[in-house]
């Protein structure tokens, strides 16, 4: 390593630790302030101080940190098309770094993974955040590095990965007395306990650490919103969730412009609308929970701006403030914001849900259908595992006999009818498996067995979903799956290549952290004729492969070597 290399990755180390370099110069200094107003989130300050610096006077390699603050800031405003054009720059910048520059190097890969995350580009957002894992060292960005991969994984519903990741982001931070990114790494973990409602562990990990002075007040509002959003929704004790929601009431005060504040008041709005009476009384507000509710619903308006948030505060007021099925001219308006995103957003599919459980419950069934499809083609079309889920659950209650076809269309491109038919097909087997799970199996306590074997058919779901591949078995840490109907092999191939590389990215990431078990995969692929049907007894049932074609496929994955896909001829 260069001297200037070394100066580069000290400098880089010091401020990401909120220290002083050794003797900082005037152009250091300056830029360590910036970053630590952009790490804090206080945008104005941070574009401030750039500003004051001559670009053009700047040496080469304070020129480039220069550049990467002001593309943190623009990703970090998160305005779509802002972050587009800046996600071509921060490539730019990635092709005319000098070699001896790497310190910035493994820094702008982690913007430009991130900037990915804001455009939804989630398979390029892991391969650039893996490329900053690889490159960064110990220094403290590792540890904000994997917890934007997490954020990638939780995209994907991959959540006992997720789980692991921030669990060892939270152990760095700790150890580094990064209490700020303690904090922010909290809320994240908080965060993933409230998708899979998981209230009380929302509430546990979470700890009251709201409560804490000397944190950051935007960060504070954060938690404290996640709190009460955990509270409102478990039962919380009256006196607990008041004190929560005192305390979002003054956080949000100390940010008024800011969108967190916008949805601290849906979440208070929520509040007052679920607890009633006895919780407006002892907030000291007048009126009853739905004129409670409206208040916090317009004071959010005042801070919602952009068209998903629009969106979001549209089918609150919805929810909150009438039962009625919502009218045409409401969902015109409602698709104009909708138009206005780059892609499918929680508020549309969630819309959707909205007015077909209404519908559903006023009579209207064939209105209640066509929302429900609508909202499971937005759900599919963004594979997002969480939405899927919520469109499913609608879909068991209101259609199950509908919801039973659209989701065996979905799998294989065929009917429930066809995928029972016992009959010999053309189709494509893909036989997978976990790279030495046997002997992890032996050192492992039981839990960390199944959740690894959880994680690592979560990380596979989501693919499943896109190249249309419709699981057939579960064998321990292998995965049997089949693809049928038209370019069966083409997907079938794309399928394996895709879990195979997803899996090789988080054992690199998981080598970053010093986690000492990968997921590595290796699969086996063929084409050919099989016999499918529907064996078992009334115990248990399930589709099934039979013939050369799967015993191929599942040889050629005993040949595959570790992160390898072997394809028959």
Not at 394 to 402: A, F, K, M, S, T
């Amino acid at each position: 390593m260069s001297r200037e290399t070394e100066a580069l990755r000290d400098w880089w180390i010091a401020t990401e630790q909120g220290l002083p370099g050794p003797d900082p110069g005037e152009i250091e200094e300056a830029l360590r302030l910036a970053h630590d107003d952009e790490l804090r989130g206080r945008i104005e300050e941070c574009s401030a101080r750039l500003a004051r610096l001559d670009v053009q006077r700047l040496p080469a390699i304070w020129r480039n940190v220069h550049e990467l603050l002001e593309c943190r800031l623009v990703v970090r405003r998160a305005r779509v098309e802002e972050i587009a054009r800046i996600s071509m720059r921060l490539e730019r910048l990635l092709e005319t770094l000098p070699a001896g520059e790497a310190p910035t190097r493994a820094r702008v890969l982690h913007t430009a993974g991130v900037a990915c995350i804001r455009l939804d580009r989630l398979q390029a957002a892991e391969e650039r955040l893996t490329q900053a894992a690889q490159r960064i060292g110990d220094a403290p960005a590792l540890a904000w590095i994997a917890e934007s991969f997490a954020q990638v994984l939780m995209g994907q519903g991959a959540w006992e990965e997720v789980r692991l990741i921030l669990s060892r982001v939270l152990e760095l931070k700790r150890r580094a007395g990064d209490s700020l990114g303690v904090a922010i790494s909290t809320g994240s973990l908080a965060r993933l306990h409230a998708v899979l409602r998981e209230d009380a562990q929302a509430l546990e990990v979470l700890g009251g650490l709201w409560r804490d002075e000397s944190l950051e007040p935007i960060t504070r509002l954060r938690l404290a919103t996640l709190a009460l959003e955990a509270q409102t929704r478990c039962g919380t004790a009256l006196d607990e969730i008041v004190a929560t929601a005192r305390h979002v009431q003054h956080l949000s005060s100390l940010a008024p412009g800011h969108p967190l504040a916008g949805y601290a008041d849906l979440a208070l709005a929520q509040a007052l609308h679920q607890r009633g009476e006895p919780f407006v009384a002892a907030l000291g507000l007048s009126g009853g929970p739905r004129d409670a509710s409206a208040q916090r619903l317009a004071a959010a308006g005042a801070r919602l701006n952009a068209p998903d948030q629009r969106a979001w505060l549209a089918y609150h007021e919805v929810l909150l403030l009438t039962a009625e099925v919502p009218g045409d001219a409401w969902l015109a308006g409602m698709r104009e914001l909708f138009d206005r995103s780059p892609r499918t957003t929680e508020s549309e599919v969630r819309t959707h849900l909205l007015i077909a459980e209404r519908a559903h419950t006023a009579g209207m069934r064939t209105r209640a259908r066509e929302h429900l499809e609508v909202a499971e083609t937005r759900a599919t079309a963004s594979n997002n595992p969480h939405w899927v889920a919520l469109v499913e659950d609608l879909g068991r209650r209101i259609d199950p006999e509908g919801h039973a076809e659209r989701v065996a269309h979905r799998l294989s491109g065929r009917s429930l009818g066809e995928m029972t038919r016992t009959e010999r097909r053309e189709a494509t087997i893909i036989f997978s498996d976990l790279v030495d799970f046997t002997p992890r199996s032996h050192q492992l306590h039981a839990e960390e067995v199944m959740s690894t074997v959880r994680s690592v058919f979560q990380l596979t779901s989501q693919s499943m979903g896109t190249h249309r591949i419709r699981p057939l078995s579960y064998l321990g840490d292998g995965l049997l799956a089949i693809a049928e109907g038209a370019e069966h092999a083409q997907r079938g191939v794309r399928f394996a290549l895709e879990i195979v590389a997803r899996a090789g990215r988080v054992t690199r990431v998981h080598r970053a952290l010093g986690i000492p078990w990968g997921l590595e995969l290796r699969a086996g692929v063929a084409s050919g004729p099989v016999v499918v049907g529907a064996i078992g007894t009334q115990f248990k049932q399930e589709f099934a492969a039979i013939g050369l074609t799967t015993n191929l496929a599942a040889r050629l994955q005993g040949q595959a070597m570790p992160g390898q896909v072997m394809i028959a001829e």
